[in-house]
């Protein structure tokens, strides 16, 4: 189960690089823009204009993932990890919104409720229950979350070397 949400958060996490965010690329997966992003851009529905809005459409395209991984049944995980982890990936990426600017993490949330906010409505109950459930202080979410992305690391090259 690790594995497959890490291989999840890895997708994302090459879809949000800062190379791909600096230049205005769009991800090989557009999914997580075309599907989530209540934006317009050059007059086209289904595009996010700012690095909030694609930030609020890759959380929202987490969920949505980690929902179709075996043993969810209706996305009632055991302890309701998968918001969990969700939540942790949300709060390492306050950087991806303005580089310059600390963003605080009620912020973050403001912009992912103002920006996706019937996609947000969705999950709203769990999101709400785990947020106020994390709420600490952002420097140790930031070190959770690189926790999990080391153990990510060590899943996803064990999982490579293994197809080797």
């Known amino acids: 189960m690790i594995s497959e949400v890490c291989g999840v958060i890895k997708e994302v996490d090459k879809c949000l690089s800062k190379t791909i965010l600096s ?50 049944d209706d996305f009632k995980d055991i302890n309701g990890q998968y918001v969990e982890y969700a939540i942790l990936w949300l709060n390492s990426k306050n950087n991806l919104i303005n580089s310059d600017t600390y963003i605080s993490t009620t912020t973050i949330y403001d912009i992912l409720e103002i920006n996706s906010s019937y996609w947000y409505n969705e999950f709203r109950d769990k999101i709400e229950k785990k947020r106020n459930a994390m709420n600490f202080c952002d420097y140790y979410m930031h070190k959770l979350y690189n926790l999990l992305k080391e153990i990510c690391s060590t899943i996803n090259k064990y999982n490579e070397d293994k197809n080797n």
Request: with cysteine; proline share 2%; charged share 20%.
């Open 23 to 72: 230049t205005g690329d769009e991800c090989l997966d557009e999914l997580g823009y075309t599907a989530y992003c209540p934006n317009a851009k050059n007059g086209k529905l289904g595009e996010c204009r700012t690095n909030g809005g694609k930030l609020s459409a890759w959380f929202i395209w987490l969920l949505e993932m980690f929902k179709t991984l075996t043993n969810v």
